[in-house]
RNA sequence: GUGAGUGUAGCUCAAGGGUAGAGCGCCGGACUGUGGCUCCGGAUGUUGGGGGUUCGAAUCCCCUCACUCACCCCA
């Protein structure tokens, strides 16, 4: 047997219920607040993610599915959705065209990684974003809209992390102060954390190593290194989640693995998903429009991850049943119980039928199974009164109703 | 890329060298035109794949693949 690619999953008819909820969900809320969908290819040119997600990041360095294509052209599946959002704004002038530049979208995205519970090498998100727009407000008009989608789809134990990792006016300088406090006690720390000292130091904050806690725990904060710029831009965001009263915790410690992020970021965890608990993750990009050839333009957003938000769904039981279950009584009466199934569905009833003429009562186990509501029975005896017999499955009552009058009366009945 | 665990029927799982099983589900019958409950009967497996040990392997050994969880990273 032919089994799927690693890391790849059908998502089957029991499944679709909880995605469909949440990508229903999810598009009323993008409307509520302005903004509007967009989608953009699988595949984009190699050079869009080492320039936009950026060249030193895991994505980039070991995540891409990155090949040469047919013509020799080097692509790769996208690995995440904003740099190809970027490059669609840019290349079609949608600055101009757009009224207010929200656009959110929703598909699939590739990374090549192991994977994991809530990790899958195809994985789908929504993600928002909005361009031209500086502001605070902003900022926390997008956390809240991103905490508003997650209490709509009914997922609770959560919370909301943010943190500003600077500009590039002061984030060097608090670089810098992170290697200086950590000094003589580099050496102590793990592997990881010593390559994370000259490639990123912001990261060695997400060092989960129980040993280096302590060293980790001592080192200065990115909030005190903020410019004043990014300071004030910081509380005027915090004061706008106060007053939004949306709880939320400041970390210092929360570093997005993303190369392009400036000032406010921020993460919604669940409390009950395992390792991977991002739900949702985004920020401030406000240098990649410019980056990726564009106007020198604010930038800001997030992305959720579908399959954690299906993970973290509450249960419920709003599975579509079928509403009748037309059932021929001997061979004869199969033509006119199929031409009675299509008046149905033309009805918008959904309908089904037996195809290999099986008897009464294997046809009424398939219809009770099947949960729909009504069997109609199309036998000699009522078709010889012009009628047809109508039961409903959850008293076993039933009676005749003419032939033509059966689609309004099941119609009414539902 | 690293580590650990697990692979047996559609699903959940037994059998730890001697003829591959159960429950659920599925199909049929009891009830020749009526579901659910009950009873009876039936179908289904290259025991993930390959190699080895053995008279004999689901079982022991090696390799491989997949899945799961974790590291890493992130949605």
């Avoid at 090549?112 to 195809?122: T, V």
């Avoid at 943010?162 to 290697?179: K, N, T």
Wanted: contains cysteine; hydrophobic residues 40%.
């Amino acid at each position: 047997m032919i089994s799927t690619v690693r890391g790849m999953r059908d998502i089957l008819p029991a499944d679709m219920e909880r995605w469909q909820r949440v990508e229903t969900v999810a598009r009323q809320i993008c409307g509520c607040y302005g903004y509007r969908e967009l989608r953009t290819p699988l595949i984009e040119r190699e050079e869009l993610f080492v320039k936009g997600t950026g060249e030193s990041t895991d994505i980039v360095q070991k995540e891409m599915y990155a090949f040469a294509d047919k013509g020799g052209e080097r692509v790769t599946l996208r690995p995440e959705a904003t740099p190809g959002i970027v490059r669609a704004f840019v290349e079609h002038g949608l600055e101009q065209s757009l009224s207010v530049p929200k656009l959110f979208t929703l598909g699939p995205m590739f990374r090549y990684e192991r994977p994991q519970k809530g990790r899958y090498r195809q994985f789908h998100q929504l993600n928002i974003e909005v361009f031209g727009v500086g502001d605070a407000s902003l900022d926390a008009e997008v956390i809240e809209m991103a905490c508003t989608l997650v209490s709509a789809l009914g997922i609770d134990e959560t919370e909301l992390v943010i943190s500003s990792v600077g500009c590039p006016v002061c984030r060097p300088a608090f670089s810098e102060a992170l290697l200086k406090a950590l000094g003589e006690d580099l050496p102590k720390l793990c592997g990881d954390c010593q390559r994370r000292a000259t490639s990123n130091p912001l990261r060695i904050f997400d060092c989960k190593v129980p040993a280096d806690q302590p060293i980790v725990d001592g080192l200065p904060h990115s909030e005190d290194y903020l410019c004043d710029a990014c300071r004030g831009h910081f509380e005027a965001v915090q004061g706008y989640l106060r007053a939004y009263d949306q709880p939320f915790q400041v970390s210092h410690r929360l570093v997005r693995g993303l190369d392009y992020y400036t000032r406010t970021t921020f993460e919604i965890r669940s409390l009950k998903l395992g390792a991977q608990n991002a739900l949702l993750g985004g920020g401030r990009y406000d240098g990649l429009v410019k980056e990726l050839g564009g106007p020198d333009r604010a930038g800001i957003g997030f992305a959720a991850g579908l399959e954690r938000l299906v993970l973290a769904l509450p249960e419920s039981d709003d599975a579509v049943l079928p509403d009748v279950f037309v059932a021929a009584i001997g061979e004869a009466n199969r033509e006119a119980a199929f031409v009675l199934a299509r008046a149905l569905r033309a009805g918008g009833l959904r309908t089904l039928v037996d195809y290999e003429a099986r008897s009464a009562k294997a046809q009424m186990k398939r219809a009770n199974r099947a949960g729909v509501r009504h069997v109609v029975i199309v036998g000699d005896d009522e078709l010889a009164r012009g009628e047809v017999t109508v039961k409903t499955m959850a008293t076993g009552e039933q009676h005749g109703v003419a032939r033509d009058r059966v689609v309004d009366s099941l119609l009414s009945a539902l």
